[in-house]
């Protein structure tokens, strides 16, 4: 007996991007009009149907992850669960 297959998707943009310098993370500058973490959405959402979305994010980035939601296509931002906060570091 087969099982349909469920595939979850977990995108990690809790990063702070300190090489890159600037004041702003560097998934929520702007290029072509729209926050680097909406491309990164919007090609992995369109890749596969997963039955669950999840971004982490930093605790101090809620205003700004959710002004990026507002660039997504609708289909995308349909797919996106609520976002996780990431820990301190990556370790």
């Known amino acids: 007996m087969s099982y349909p297959l469920k595939v ?3 995108v990690l943009a809790a990063g ?3 090489r ?3 004041e702003e993370p560097k998934q929520y500058r702007i290029c072509a009009g729209r926050p ?3 491309y990164t959405l919007e090609a992995l959402t369109a890749a596969h149907d997963f039955c669950k979305v999840t ?3 930093h605790a101090d980035d ?3 992850y959710e002004r990026a939601l507002t660039f ?3 289909r995308c931002a349909a797919a996106i669960g609520p976002p ?5 570091t990556r370790q």
């Open 8 to 10: 979850s998707l977990l």
């Open 16 to 18: 702070r991007g300190t």
């Open 20 to 22: 890159l310098g600037g």
């Open 36 to 38: 680097v973490l909406c």
């Open 55 to 57: 971004v982490v994010i």
């Open 62 to 64: 809620r205003e700004r």
């Open 72 to 74: 997504l296509s609708p």
């Open 84 to 88: 996780t906060l990431g820990a301190e």
